[in-house]
């Protein structure tokens, strides 16, 4: 996944020849982990056709105000359209159409819904090299830059025309690294590292068996996710999980043990902005594991336990820069524990997880969480998804580099 994942896209297509590379735009929109909407000027269908385009976008392609296959729904809803979108493309982006926009020339869908749009709206010119360069087309440029529109530069090659130079509608995937691009910097997090723990760690008994618990994952993964979605580059240490992620700026390095997963921590430690310790980790691993299975006898058996090494107070031990958070999960005294572990810890912020809060902790898809930061401000939140909470988490690093 990119920084596109999930995004929401409306592509507007006008009419020219390059309209026939829309096809491969929207798969790499669609690779990229968008969703997108297609919205075609009735000269642009000459060009490619709306099944291939809807077959693409696995999305219904909407051309005309009315629309007369649809019984049930005549009124194709350029507003609705314009505010569903995270952002709107317009590939290609003829003079006419660019024209159009500049003037608030409202003949079209695409027009409409262009004028109705609050989202940021990229567009790729392409048009023969003496229209790309005649005043009229410059004039339209410099109107929608000033509106707050990205031009999205034409190339240099052959023309449809036969000529030779600049006005060729940009490879799409120009285009696609052009916004991603755009995207990342802008992002709050750019330039940022983040180190996330994940998941539970397996205690080896012998080679068969070990000491393990409950812990999905999920939340750590969902918070990686979040961190790589405001532009962070991520780390993300991982325990054993059934969980994978996708994204170009999240690196999985998979651990089983306790001791592995400080290893890891500390080796990308010193490098990172923030961590944030969010694996349930083994607080005892087995005194010695046996090399070979262990047989069962009749008697009772009984195995050593000693302490694990507390990777989030190591870290806290060390830091420096490091915007450090922790989790705690209690059953009792939930706020005293959780100050406790803060000055413990030596940490920034603690993530509190009462197991008394219905939805909360292993397995649920929802989590509940109070805030506790090093100066005890108590901020607690609402039942939410874990992708909600992981966004409250991630909001406050971001709060804390821009404040
Ligand atoms: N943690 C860690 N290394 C350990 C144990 C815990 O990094 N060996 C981290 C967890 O990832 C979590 C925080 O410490 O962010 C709190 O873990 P928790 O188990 O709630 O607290 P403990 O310090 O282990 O104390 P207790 O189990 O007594 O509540």
Not at 138 to 152: H, P, R, V, Y
Not at 353 to 361: C, T
Not at 378 to 383: F, R, S, T
Request: charged content about 20%; aromatic content about 8%; glycine content about 6%.
């Amino acid at each position: 996944m990119t920084v596109l994942g999930g995004k929401k896209i409306v592509l507007g297509v006008s009419g020219g020849i390059a309209a026939y590379k829309t096809a491969h735009l929207v798969r790499l929109f669609i690779k990229a982990g968008a969703q997108v909407r297609v919205v075609m000027t009735p000269a642009s269908k000459d060009f490619v056709t709306p099944l291939t385009l809807s077959t693409l976008s696995k999305n219904p392609v909407v051309s005309e105000f009315y629309s007369e296959e649809n019984e049930n729904e005549l009124w194709n809803n350029h507003v609705e359209l314009a505010l569903w979108a995270d952002i709107i493309v317009i590939a290609p982006a003829t003079a006419n159409t660019l024209s159009k926009m500049a003037n608030g020339n409202c003949d079209n869908l695409l027009i409409a819904t262009y004028l109705s749009a609050k989202c940021p709206v990229y567009f790729a010119p392409a048009m023969d090299l003496d229209m790309y360069k005649h005043p009229s087309t410059k004039d339209s440029f410099l109107k929608l830059k000033s509106f707050g529109n990205s031009i999205i530069p034409a190339e240099k090659g052959e023309l449809a025309s036969g000529l030779s130079g600049e006005g060729r509608m940009a490879e799409p995937e120009n285009i696609v690294a052009f916004i991603e691009n755009d995207i990342t910097e802008k992002l709050p997090l750019k330039g940022k590292k983040i180190l996330i723990t994940a998941g539970p760690t397996y205690e080896a008994i012998d080679p068969v068996r070990f000491i393990g618990n409950h812990s999905s994952g999920k939340m750590g993964f969902e918070i990686a996710r979040e961190a790589a979605n405001k532009g962070a580059t991520v780390i993300l240490i991982t325990g054993p999980t059934h969980l994978s992620i996708e994204h170009n700026f999240i690196q999985v390095v998979k651990v089983q043990s306790a001791q592995e997963m400080y290893v890891a921590c500390n080796q990308f430690f010193a490098d990172v902005d923030a961590a944030i310790a969010a694996a349930a980790v083994a607080d005892y691993k087995p005194k010695n594991v046996a090399s070979q299975k262990i047989k069962k006898n009749d008697v009772a058996l009984s195995i050593e336990l000693e302490k694990t090494i507390d990777i989030l107070a190591s870290l806290g031990k060390n830091k420096e820069k490091q915007y450090l958070i922790g989790f705690a999960l209690e059953t009792e005294n939930e706020l005293e524990h959780a100050k406790q572990k803060i000055i413990k810890k030596n940490l920034d912020l603690i993530v509190l997880n009462s197991l008394n809060d219905k939805g909360a902790g292993f397995g649920f898809s929802t989590n509940k969480v109070t805030f506790i930061d090093k100066n005890f401000v108590v901020e607690p939140m609402d039942l939410k998804s874990k992708a909600d909470v992981a966004k409250d988490i991630i909001s406050k690093i971001i709060t804390h580099y821009n404040a």
